[in-house]
Structure formats: structure tokens, C-alpha cells
């Protein structure tokens, strides 16, 4: 597509339950990033992937959080039993290669953990 | 890890005044970017630089990268300019944020 696709834009889940957020990137673009955006803070890094594999997962926070690219395009982030902290908004970003020609964000999913 | 650090955090401009926003990096980078978030958090690229200088109509950046500093300049700025910058390194294939600058432009 022309631009990053993030659904849904907004989640509001309780406590303890299962949620997905989908990032869909700029066709072509073999790497794909994952970050999580707390208020008043810069977004900070949890995964990227290149083509269909994590190349580097260190800032998934635990191992209730998880990422797929299964055809090495559209994503999907995982969190189970959701926390009251995992609430932020998450960000997906897609570049060509390893950002050799800079990183396009998409408008985020906020999610809200109740 | 390597450390972003965006100055000054806040800074409220009246409409048509200039400014300029630093980013210090604390390793050697691949590259650097700047992007705006507006207040629909949507965040912009402004500029892929990792050396050297570009401008884009009012904003222009500079990169030095043996210093390890980048700096944004905004002139006659615009209340649509309200919303915080951030400076972002390339290390390792990933970017890596600074903390932001908030601006407000008054009318």
C-alpha cells in the first residue's frame, strides 16, 4: 500500500484477556519494526523483523509479548494476559532493507488495558 | 546502549519567531532521522540525514557526525509546527529514540 497500515487504531481490552494488533507495510519493504509509545516518552524499540525472521527481538519487555511475519509482509503483535502497563500506543514502522533510505511509521494502535 | 538526548525538552515560540533543536547521540551512527509527531500522534519524516545539511522550506537540519550532534532549525515558525521532534539514531539496524522536544507556537 501506499503507506504503514495499522489495525485496529484504537483496543480496549480488560485485564487478563488476549489481544492482536495487525501492521501492514509499504509494499517492498523487506523489514519491519515494532515500538511501543508510553505518554510523554519517545517510542521505544521491541522487535524488527527481516523478511520472515526476527532479527532482533531484545526489546519484547516479556514473554507474554510476541510477534509474527509468517509471509514477510503484514505482522501481528501478540500480548497475552494483558496488564494495566502494557497500556501505550503501539507503533509499526517498515523500511526498505535496514533503513538505508529512513523509516516510515504508521498512525499507531493505542492500546488501552481496563 | 547508545544515548539520544534531545534539547531543550519544552520550548513555546510565538508564531513567526525561529528556533533550533539539538540531538546528541553518544556513539557513532549509521544514520539519523528526524520526525514530527503531530497531535494526532502520527509521526512525520522531516529528514533522513546522516551527514551534512538538507532543507525543506522553513526547516532545515545539519548533521555533524564526527561530534555526534544533529540540529533541526525552525524558522518563522507556524502554529501548525506545535507538537514534539524527535531525533532518532540507526544503531544495529534499528532506531533508537530520544526523549523529544515539545514545541508550542502561539498565535
Known amino acids: 500500500g501506499a503507506g504503514v497500515s495499522q489495525t485496529p487504531s484504537n483496543k480496549v481490552t480488560e485485564k487478563g484477556k488476549y489481544v492482536e494488533l495487525r501492521c501492514d507495510p509499504i509494499?517492498?519493504?523487506?523489514?519491519l519494526y515494532w515500538y511501543r509509545q508510553s505518554l510523554g516518552q519517545g517510542p521505544e524499540f521491541l522487535i524488527y523483523f527481516q523478511g520472515t525472521g526476527a532479527a532482533d527481538d531484545s526489546g519484547l519487555p516479556n514473554d507474554r509479548f510476541f510477534a509474527v511475519r509468517p509471509e514477510g509482509s503484514v505482522s501481528t503483535l501478540k500480548i497475552q494476559r494483558t496488564e494495566r502497563g502494557d497500556s501505550a500506543v503501539y507503533l509499526c514502522?517498515?523500511?526498505?532493507?535496514?533503513?538505508?533510505?529512513?523509516?516510515?511509521f504508521g498512525s499507531g494502535t493505542r492500546l488501552t488495558v481496563v | 546502549g547508545i544515548q539520544v538526548e534531545q534539547s531543550p525538552p519544552d520550548l513555546i515560540l510565538q508564531e513567526g519567531a525561529n528556533s533550533t533543536l539539538r540531538c546528541n547521540f553518544s556513539?557513532?551512527?549509521?544514520?539519523l532521522q528526524w520526525f514530527h509527531q503531530n497531535p494526532w500522534g502520527q509521526l512525520i519524516n522531516l529528514f533522513y540525514i546522516p551527514s551534512g545539511t538538507k532543507q525543506n522550506g522553513r526547516l532545515s537540519a545539519t548533521t555533524v557526525a564526527t561530534e555526534r550532534y544533529s540540529l533541526l532549525y525552525i524558522s518563522s515558525s507556524q502554529t501548525t509546527d506545535s507538537g514534539v521532534y524527535f531525533c532518532?539514531?540507526?544503531?544495529?539496524?534499528?532506531?533508537?529514540f530520544g526523549q523529544g522536544t515539545e514545541l508550542s507556537v502561539k498565535p
Open positions: 556513539d557513532s551512527v549509521n544514520n
Open positions: 532518532a539514531v540507526v544503531q544495529g539496524g534499528k532506531l533508537i
Open positions: 509494499s517492498g519493504h523487506t523489514a
Open positions: 514502522a517498515s523500511s526498505v532493507g535496514q533503513g538505508s533510505y529512513g523509516y516510515t
